[in-house]
């Protein structure tokens, strides 16, 4: 199974909104609606921020905002803020999982 | 409060094997089933194995079937990952992973631990 492509990275300014993309195939995003996020900062585990394509857990700002077209699944941060400085990674099931390579998102 | 607690990382030769270990508390272990993620030194996540609740079922990435086992205690709270044949591309922390929902072995990972480090090197 091959990762999802992700963008290598993008930046933005503290309250602007920045959207990273996943783009799968019809055998994986755009077969399920199984898709998540997960924010990753240095040295710590993976934060689950959206699942199901567009549910936010408890606890996770309404920031966060997940959307997904066809193949390609959509992680959209409004109102960027300087702790939203991380990696991001995409994620869908795909007869087993599969992640996408990674995103760094910088805040200027 | 949910927690998963991994151990048994270390630098072992390659062709040799380790055994992770993953405590869980603060769920109902059984209930779940559990995956093991692991992540490279400055690469991405990569899914590694996943098993059922109740351990009739596990499921293997193409990189590690046949070299790896994923098993579980359900009377011990423990899942277990069994590295034989290791190489020196198996390197990477290793995260046990609790999905968000009952329903499906492959639902999203909505609690991690907190890692253990696996160096395969002479």
């Known amino acids: 199974q091959s990762a999802l492509t992700q963008p290598a990275s993008v930046s933005g300014s503290p309250g602007q909104s920045i959207t990273i993309s996943c783009t799968g195939t019809?055998?994986?995003?755009?077969?399920?609606?199984?898709v998540s996020w997960y924010q990753q900062h240095p040295g710590k585990a993976p934060k689950l921020m959206i699942y199901?394509?567009?549910k936010r857990p408890s606890g996770v700002s309404n920031r966060f905002s997940g959307s997904k077209s066809g193949n390609t699944a959509s992680l959209t941060i409004s109102g960027l803020q300087a702790e939203d400085e991380a990696d991001y990674y995409c994620c869908s099931y795909a007869g087993s999982v599969v992640f996408g390579g990674g995103t760094k998102l910088t805040v200027l | 409060e949910v927690q998963l607690l991994e151990s048994g990382g270390g630098l072992v030769q390659p062709g040799g094997s380790l055994r992770l270990s993953c405590a869980a508390s603060g769920f109902t272990f059984s209930s779940y089933a559990m995956s093991w993620v692991r992540q490279a030194p400055g690469k991405g996540l990569e899914w590694v194995s996943a098993i059922s609740g109740s351990g009739g079922s596990t499921y293997y990435a193409d990189s590690v079937k046949g070299r790896f086992t994923i098993s579980r205690d359900n009377s011990k709270n423990t899942l277990y990952l069994q590295m034989n044949s290791l190489r020196a591309e198996d390197t990477a922390v290793y995260y046990c992973a609790k999905p968000e929902t009952t329903v499906t072995t492959f639902g999203a990972f909505d609690i991690w631990g907190q890692g253990t480090m696996v160096t395969v090197s002479s």
């Open positions: 019809s055998s994986d995003v755009g077969s399920y609606n199984l």
């Open positions: 199901e394509v567009s």
